[in-house]
């Protein structure tokens, strides 16, 4: 896997981070507007501010990956925390332990570890001296603080002056001072705030990495360790779903060998059902949970989960028939099924035993 697909794949489990933090309970409990493509702007913020302090090409790729999975810790926290307002050095704590297994896994930790911390203990969550935290983990800390106090409307020229004059006032306190010259030099360029407003950060931040890493790649079992990592996420958001994704998986597995796959179509399926509840990120918690049956608005919602598990792996970079057999679960052959509609001639064997897997672990 070439380091851009690596990025991408990486890239697109932050938009499944964010369509999870969206849920309104954890909004509530924390009382910030979290969520809307938060980590995509952190990844992006972060790099920009790497650019523009000379990092090289390793650190780049390093904090640009720390900014995207910032938060990986707030989604396993679901099940433990319920949205509790005082969890912010939890999250930390936990988002550190799960990238520990990452490449690149103990130098992206502490990024993760401290991107709560301030100059002022009073805004940091573990008290951690400045000292003790990297520039890395300074930048990404300021970009999230950043992009919390951000429009996700159009940023106009008062809108920018109040973020600036911000970033200013909080020099020293709420935001590292290493960090602001680099903010304040990024900032007077138009094509910053164009790019938050408008523009497609993925393919943005690529440009200013592509031509370096090009012949770069990374082990093909991180795609594993990915789909590995959201299924327990996936399936720690709520109750009812404990090792769904899992036994999915495990049971989709089976009947693919039963039917004689072997080699890099059993690994694929397998995969796919790690994988195939990705787009329940996006469903609140008190639907998932919800005891008695679902009113018909609720139904829509959880119907949109397979359409998000496909443009999701999509925008991933995965092979099609995988992306298929992991979005397809919910489409029934005489083309009542959701939420493509498709018929019998749409839905190949791997998308079959997934329906199936799907059916009976549930």
């Known amino acids: 896997m070439s380091s851009t697909s690596y990025i991408r794949r990486i890239w697109n489990v932050s938009k499944a981070l964010d369509l999870a933090l969206v849920d309104e309970e954890v909004e509530k409990g924390l009382n910030l507007k979290i969520g809307l493509h938060h980590g995509e702007r952190v990844g992006y913020i972060s790099l920009r501010l790497g650019l523009a302090l000379g990092m090289n090409e390793e650190e780049l790729r390093r904090i640009l990956i720390a900014g995207l999975l910032h938060d990986i810790g707030a989604v396993g926290g679901f099940t433990k925390f319920h949205g509790n307002p005082y969890w912010m050095k939890e999250h930390t704590l936990l988002g550190a332990e799960i990238i520990k297994n990452f490449p690149d896994g103990e130098a992206l930790a502490e990024i993760i570890l401290h991107h709560h911390e301030a100059p002022n203990p009073t805004h940091a969550v573990l008290k951690a001296e400045p000292s003790q935290v990297s520039l890395m983990a ?88 990915l789909a590995t990592t959201f299924a327990e996420l996936i399936d720690q958001k709520s109750s009812f779903t404990a090792r769904h994704s899992i036994s999915v998986a495990t049971t989709v597995k089976a009947l693919a060998e039963g039917l004689g796959w072997q080699g890099e179509s059993l690994r694929d399926i397998e995969i796919a059902g790690l994988l195939h509840d990705l787009g329940k990120m996006s469903v609140p918690r008190k639907i998932l949970d919800k005891p008695g049956p679902l009113d018909p608005p609720e139904v829509d919602i959880i119907r949109t989960h397979t359409y998000h598990t496909y443009h999701l792996l999509k925008g991933a970079g995965f092979p099609k028939h995988l992306i298929q057999w992991a979005a397809f679960h919910h489409e029934r052959l005489d083309g009542k099924g959701y939420p493509f509609g498709l018929t019998e001639d749409k839905l190949d064997t791997g998308a079959r035993l997934m329906t199936i897997a799907d059916i009976f672990v549930a």
């Open 138 to 225: 300074k930048i990404v800390a300021f970009a999230d603080k950043l992009d919390v106090n951000l429009s996700r409307k159009v940023l106009s020229r008062p809108e920018r002056e109040r973020v600036i004059e911000f970033v200013k006032h909080q020099e020293g306190n709420l935001l590292y001072g290493e960090v602001v010259p680099a903010f304040l030099k990024v900032a007077e360029t138009e094509g910053f705030w164009l790019d938050l407003e408008v523009g497609d950060l993925l393919e943005i931040s690529l440009d200013h990495l592509y031509h370096p890493w090009e012949l770069e790649n990374i082990e093909e079992n991180v795609t594993s360790l």
